[in-house]
């Protein structure tokens, strides 16, 4: 068995978005790795009970993972067991009633050894998956829904549109303002 503890931090740029909502990507970022139905979220933290995608049950990984916002950051801490899965037993228990224990036995052991450190990598690769989305939804809301041409075409014809009286000063100024606000 072994212990994983994972401690991450990433610059958070975008400060509307909640735990809560975090917690949401970073579960769907982890069930790239895990099984889909293990990876469950609980009042303040993602649990994972569960063997890793493509590891055939030779290790499961049981964990909690809190992602908490602290001055512009975003924080994650992991702390779980690797244990061998239920092939590693059957293959020990297999071992041990055909008389060839120790082969089987370290085949398991090493197996389980060398994907040790993969949650921990897993761990890592969700996160900065999931800060990477969070500062993109920063980056895409702060994105004006015009663009500067088209922006630049539309104060050109209120322009005209007032120097040739059919705008007044007022509603210009009005209209420029909404058009720069939105």
């Not at 969070?134 to 104060?155: F, H």
């Not at 209120?158 to 303002?177: C, H, P, V, Y």
Request: with cysteine; aromatic share 10%.
């Amino acid at each position: 068995m072994a212990f994983i503890e994972v401690h991450e931090a990433e610059v958070l740029t975008n400060n509307t978005i909640t735990e809560e909502e975090i917690l949401k990507m970073f579960q769907s970022h982890l069930v790239n790795y895990y099984d889909d139905d293990s990876v469950n979220i609980n009042s303040d933290h993602v649990k994972i009970s569960s063997g890793l995608k493509g590891m055939w049950e030779w290790g499961v990984v049981e964990a909690e993972a809190k992602i908490r916002i602290q001055n512009g950051q975003l924080l994650l801490n992991a702390k779980g067991t690797v244990k061998l899965g239920k092939l590693a037993w059957f293959f020990c228990v297999l071992g041990f009633l055909t008389g060839v224990f120790m082969v089987f036995f370290l085949c398991a052991a090493v197996l389980n050894f060398s994907s040790k450190d993969n949650p921990i990598k897993y761990f890592k690769q969700a996160f900065k998956a999931t800060a990477q989305e969070v500062n993109q939804i920063s980056v895409s809301n702060n994105i004006p829904s015009t663009s500067t041409k088209e922006l630049m075409d539309e104060l050109e014809q209120l322009a005209s549109m007032k120097d040739r009286g059919i705008l007044t000063l007022n509603e210009f100024n009005l209209q420029k303002k909404q058009l720069l606000e939105s």
